[in-house]
């Protein structure tokens, strides 16, 4: 069975701070999302990387994935409180059938 | 394109009723997807489906619950005499084939 773990699990750092959230997988796949939750609301799509070394950024966050280490992370640039929200890794199991991380809570201080 | 249309927004059930969630895929999608998020947890895979057919269901529960996605009309996701843990959202995605999935806004259902 896959296992998709994700850490930390919460997260609550300042403005301006940079952070790491790491998402481990347990077996090999070839597309990995990660999604952004505002509380009640639904998923918003913000990176697919398909391949090992793959780098994508926007804005404040940038993404990559290391697929012979079965990990990506998602990489936290001068965080402003806009950010906040809880982050979703998802590793796509074929079909599109996605396995998701526990989420990371993420609280951006003033 | 509206997106992925899901109904009822927020549904109310009691114990031993029947609960029926509706998903209509965005327009030139042909795969629907149902997910369950419980309370600070990630989404868990239910069941896929393409027109008139179920593809994958192994994340759905054994009894009690039902998909399908017909010919013509949403896909339906039905669970009969809910539980209290049931309670939960219930998003619907759907994509192309092997295309990148969209979800709707969710089904929050509460058994009461």
């Known amino acids: 069975e896959l296992k998709v773990e994700q850490n930390p699990l919460f997260l609550s750092m300042q403005e301006g701070k940079n952070y790491t959230i790491y998402c481990n997988y347990s077996?090999?796949?070839?597309?990995l999302y990660w999604y952004r939750q505002d509380p009640g609301k639904s998923l918003e799509s913000l990176f697919v990387?398909?391949?090992?070394?793959a780098v994508k950024q926007e804005g404040r966050l940038m993404a990559s994935l290391d697929t012979k280490a079965r990990l990506s992370t998602l990489h936290i640039t001068a965080a402003v409180h806009d950010l906040s929200a809880t982050y979703f890794c998802?590793?796509?199991?074929?079909?599109?059938?996605?396995?998701f991380g526990e989420g990371t809570q993420l609280t951006v201080n003033p | 394109n509206a997106g992925v249309m899901q109904n009822p927004r927020h549904l109310v059930r009691r114990r031993g009723q029947e609960a029926r969630l509706r998903c209509s895929p965005m327009?030139?999608?042909?795969?629907v997807y149902w997910y369950r998020q419980l309370p600070e947890e990630g989404l868990k895979f239910m069941v896929y489906?393409?027109?008139?057919?179920?593809?994958?269901e192994s994340g759905m529960p054994k009894e009690r619950f039902s998909a399908e996605f017909p010919k013509e009309g949403p896909s339906i996701l039905r669970i009969q005499q809910v539980v209290r843990g049931d309670s939960a959202a219930y998003f619907c995605?759907?994509?192309?084939?092997?295309?990148?999935?969209?979800f709707g806004s969710g089904t929050q259902l509460s058994v009461l």
């Open positions: 489906l393409q027109k008139e057919n179920i593809i994958d």
């Open positions: 995605a759907s994509s192309r084939p092997q295309g990148k999935l969209f």
């Open positions: 077996t090999t796949s070839d597309r």
């Open positions: 990387l398909l391949s090992n070394g």
């Open positions: 327009k030139g999608h042909s795969h």
């Open positions: 998802a590793v796509d199991i074929g079909g599109s059938r996605l396995t």
